[in-house]
């Protein structure tokens, strides 16, 4: 069985959705705060489906030599 990259790729793309979480709230006033608490669960979304793709694809390109 492979490395499993696309789970190292989604972790990855948790790990920056939950550091841009952090960053906001912490950054934000209470008037975009609302709004931004709406958003960022699309973001975070796009992130670590992003990053499961991406992993994905270096996955099938690293083991694409050793076959």
């Known amino acids: 069985m492979g490395k499993r990259y696309w789970l190292r790729g989604g972790m990855y793309g948790l790990a920056i959705s939950v550091v841009l979480f952090l960053i906001t709230v ?3 006033d209470q008037g975009l705060q609302f ?3 709406l958003a960022l669960p699309i973001v975070a979304v796009f992130l670590i489906v992003l990053g499961l793709v991406i992993g994905w694809l270096y996955g099938k390109i690293k ?3 050793k076959i």
């Open 63 to 65: 083991n694409r030599n």
């Open 35 to 37: 709004l931004i608490l």
């Open 26 to 28: 912490s950054v934000s």
